[in-house]
């Protein structure tokens, strides 16, 4: 309730700098609380300035997806037919699950302004804060034999990539198998997560986390070395609703290119944008660390690595870590 007051109060007196002092008289509270509440409102997409005995400013809202606006740039026949926003979810997965276990088409698409509990591969948290970012999740039905689902991780990825390049004009590249990374540092991940049963695949959920309009502030400081926002990289707001109507017409492009032509021409892709190929190397695999250097993906999405001794080895899962800079 007082949140919502202290809001109020912030939009009747825009473009003016209000003090603590003045705050906790009018709210009959702590200059602290007045704090606190501010951290709410900041938890929620709202931007404030604060200047030292002049008080706060409210210099921004959070920004909210316009249907309107995503209609207008999602163009695809299949992918996004059916659009489904939210403001607050766990995890748009889980959302997606239930859509499509209720009997959703491929296709769907469910968006989120902010997710509470977002994931990544292996129990690893997503950091999805408020009106910030690219949180979604797509409801893919491929007609493809359960092991070839890491090719459409990748191929997820060079659709992204190419996307992504395209409307920031940022040098994205991918890191094998579901990282997109600009200077080294991760801007988007991928999470597959299926449903088969005897190696036929029901349906496909892929998440899609681009941390689009985060600023430095808004990743947790134990974030802020590995990742990064396009924001960041540009120094311009990047309008969501333009960035998912391309990626989204990228990957159906290639996603009807995999059904006609299979792997290859995707994996010719994926090789020119990787920033894991040729370069020294060191993966966390389940048997264990193995270094070395990437040297191709093979036909079914695996990457090869050659290791120090000249012997290569095929690895179907892992966390790949880049050892020394681009040389
Ligand atoms: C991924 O996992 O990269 C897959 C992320 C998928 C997120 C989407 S958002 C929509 C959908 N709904 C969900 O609940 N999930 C999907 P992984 O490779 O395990 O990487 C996780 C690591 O990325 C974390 O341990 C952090 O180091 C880093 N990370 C977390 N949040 C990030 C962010 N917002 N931006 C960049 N890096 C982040």
């Known amino acids: 309730m007082m949140t919502d007051r202290l809001l109020a109060y912030f939009m009747d007196n825009k473009d003016q700098y209000i003090s603590g002092e003045q705050l906790s008289r009018e709210f009959g509270c702590s200059r602290t609380a007045i704090w606190k509440q501010i951290n709410v409102l900041r938890l929620n997409g709202y931007s404030f300035d604060a200047i030292p005995r002049r008080g706060y400013r409210l210099i921004g809202e959070p920004s909210r997806f316009s249907v309107h606006s995503l209609l207008a740039h999602v163009k695809t026949e299949i992918l ?105 540092r991760k801007i988007s991940g991928i999470l597959l997560e299926s449903s088969a049963e005897d190696e036929r695949l029901h349906y496909v959920i892929a998440g899609i986390g681009i941390s689009a309009n985060l600023e430095e502030k808004d990743f947790p400081p134990e974030l802020r070395n590995a990742a990064t926002s396009l924001l960041i990289e540009t120094g311009r707001e990047i309008e969501r609703e333009v960035l998912i109507g391309d ?47 990437a040297v191709a993906l093979d036909e ?15 690895l179907y899962s892992g966390e790949v870590h880049l050892t020394k800079p681009d040389s």
Not at 142 to 169: D, H, K, M, N
Not at 248 to 253: D, K, P, R, T
Not at 255 to 276: D, M
Not at 300 to 314: F, N, S, Y
Request: with cysteine.
């Open 80 to 184: 996004g037919r059916s659009i489904r926003l939210f403001d607050e979810v766990d995890s748009t997965q889980n959302v997606a699950h239930k859509l499509v276990r209720e009997g959703a088409q491929e296709g769907t698409i469910v968006i989120a302004e902010a997710q509470t509990a977002g994931r990544g591969r292996m129990g690893r948290k997503w950091h999805s804060p408020k009106g910030k970012g690219i949180w979604m999740s797509l409801v893919l039905k491929p007609e493809i034999p359960l092991p070839l689902l890491s090719q459409l991780t990748l191929l997820i990825a060079v659709a992204l990539c190419r996307s992504v390049r395209r409307v920031t004009g940022l040098e994205a590249g991918i890191k094998w198998p579901n990282d997109l990374l600009v200077d080294g």
């Open 247 to 293: 990626f989204l017409g990228q990957l159906e492009e290639f996603y009807r290119l995999y059904t006609q032509q299979g792997f290859t021409p995707i994996r010719l892709l994926w090789e020119a944008l990787s920033v894991s190929l040729h370069r020294p190397i060191r993966v966390n695999t389940e048997r264990g660390v193995v270094e070395g250097s």
């Open 300 to 314: 079914t999405g695996a990457l090869i690595v050659e290791l120090e001794d000249g012997k290569r080895m095929t």
